[in-house]
């Protein structure tokens, strides 16, 4: 079974410009996540998706970030202005079971440096 | 909201000894208890996980512990080997109807040959 996708796996761009992240999920996963990994730190969630309905984005910051998962597979995070603040890596992360605090599988993430 | 803090932060043991690594949470409503391995360069992988319902669960050399009561839950890594070294995460889920999970900030184990 093929695992989590992500692309591109490294992105550097200057402050002020716009980046996006794509991810593919595990096949039959109805849940998917995008996270946020500052260095040295755990991941915190931005933004949760059940299908390509939006259960929890109470911690995107929604001025600057934006996502969607047409067609309730892929999905998108984009970032636009970028800040110095948002160099990290971006996770996403998949699950089969919704509302079950089931097991998430991660994708490879993303690095972002932004200059 | 969910609280969950991590010790220690850094642990370096010996090829062979054992590894424990302590969780606290603050949600008493959480019942799910994962733990991530994370590998320079790669995405979290999950290595063991608990629910509410059980206090220990164990998988070859990997075992977790959960007390409910005092709120934290233990990860036990025995003999220890070098490709154990990683940076491991617990989180835990914060019992509401998304399956949310908050992570620790992660305990960087270096196993020395």
């Known amino acids: 079974e093929a695992g989590v996708a992500q692309s591109p796996r490294y992105k550097i761009i200057e402050k002020r410009q716009s980046v996006a992240f794509w991810c593919n999920p595990i096949s039959g996963h109805a849940t998917l996540y995008w996270y946020q990994q500052i260095l040295g730190q755990g991941p915190k969630l931005l933004i949760q998706?059940?299908?390509?309905?939006?259960?929890?984005d109470s911690q995107l910051p929604k001025d600057r970030f934006s996502a969607e998962r047409l067609k309730g597979v892929d999905s998108t995070l984009k970032i636009q202005p970028a800040k110095l603040e948002d160099s990290a890596v971006y996770l996403c992360?998949?699950?089969?079971?919704?509302?079950?605090?089931?097991?998430?599988?991660f994708g490879p993430g993303t690095r972002l440096t932004v200059l | 909201g969910e609280n969950v803090e991590q010790h220690p932060s850094t642990l370096s043991v010996q090829e062979g000894d054992s590894a424990v690594i302590k969780c606290t949470y603050s949600?008493?409503?959480?019942?799910?208890f994962p733990w991530y391995k994370q590998e320079l360069g790669k995405g979290p992988q999950l290595i063991i996980d608990?629910?509410?319902?059980?206090g220990e669960k164990k998988d070859q050399r990997i075992a977790v512990t959960l007390n409910k009561t005092a709120k934290h839950f233990s990860l036990h890594i025995t003999e220890t080997q070098p490709e154990d070294s990683a940076v491991y995460f617990c989180a835990a889920g914060d019992g509401g109807s998304q399956g949310n999970l908050i992570f620790g900030k992660g305990t960087k184990l270096s196993v020395k040959p």
């Open positions: 608990i629910r509410s319902n059980v």
């Open positions: 998706f059940q299908n390509n309905g939006v259960v929890d």
């Open positions: 992360a998949s699950s089969s079971i919704q509302g079950d605090s089931d097991t998430q599988y």
């Open positions: 949600d008493s409503a959480s019942n799910y």
